[in-house]
């Protein structure tokens, strides 16, 4: 039982890249998360999902799609990253809904030049 | 906007201590208040939650305490270790539109032997 874990660990762009961060979880989760940590600021939601096929806005949404194809799996998009996208991006997962224990992954650190 | 307000930023005592971190909130539709705790490098981890109708919740040297009138709520280690030394985050549930957690800015707190 792997929890959840991302892919990459590390990564580091250049200013109008594009890349893609996999977070998976293998606990039967409904709800996943896309968090970015910033020194000062918290984590702060950046898309969620429900369920299989759905996804929501979080709080700081823009620059950034997300895709939840199969239940395990929620995928992060940068489709032109830019430097103030450089973060720490942490997965989370919960069974059924936001006040059930949130299990975080081990994050990406991201830096975009 | 901040809709938790988290302090102190970072937080020293010595071992032994009760360090204590307060968040305090406005959104009275908040309905679940929980704490996570995360160690460098790794991803947070729930530490202990409360809900509004209970005014404190202990779980072995971790209490909450809840004041719902002033809109405060606050974590109280006691007999702090070196091991606690970690980053703190209160956090709260927004259920009445959607169903999500909000982060305070988290407290860095070290414990000195």
């Known amino acids: 039982n792997a929890g959840v874990t991302q892919t990459p660990k590390f990564r580091v762009l250049k200013t109008g890249q594009s890349m893609t961060l996999l977070c998976a979880q293998d606990m039967n989760h409904e709800y996943m998360y896309w968090y970015r940590q910033d020194p000062g600021m918290g984590l702060r939601l950046i898309h969620y999902?429900?369920?299989?096929?759905?996804?929501a806005k979080g709080e700081v949404p823009d620059g950034y799609n997300v895709s939840r194809l199969k239940k395990q799996n929620f995928l992060l998009g940068l489709e032109s990253a830019a430097p103030s996208q450089t973060s720490v991006y942490f997965c989370a997962s919960s069974y059924l809904i936001a006040s059930d224990t949130q299990y975080f992954g081990p994050g990406t650190r991201l830096t975009v030049l | 906007q901040q809709q938790v307000k988290q302090s102190p930023q970072s937080l020293i005592v010595q071992k032994g201590g009760i360090p204590i971190i307060n968040c305090a909130y406005e959104?009275?539709?908040?309905?679940?208040f929980p704490w996570y705790q995360q160690f460098p490098g790794k991803g947070p981890a729930l530490l202990i939650a409360?809900?509004?109708?209970?005014s404190e919740k202990k779980e072995g040297r971790f209490t909450i305490s809840f004041n719902k009138s002033a809109k405060q709520f606050s974590l109280h280690i006691m007999d702090s270790q070196p091991g606690d030394s970690a980053t703190y985050f209160c956090?709260?549930?927004?259920?009445?539109?959607?169903?999500?957690?909000?982060f305070g800015t988290g407290t860095r707190l070290q414990v000195f032997p």
């Open positions: 959104n009275t539709a908040f309905d679940y």
């Open positions: 409360i809900r509004p109708d209970v």
């Open positions: 956090a709260a549930r927004e259920s009445y539109n959607t169903d999500k957690l909000i």
């Open positions: 999902s429900v369920g299989e096929g759905t996804t």
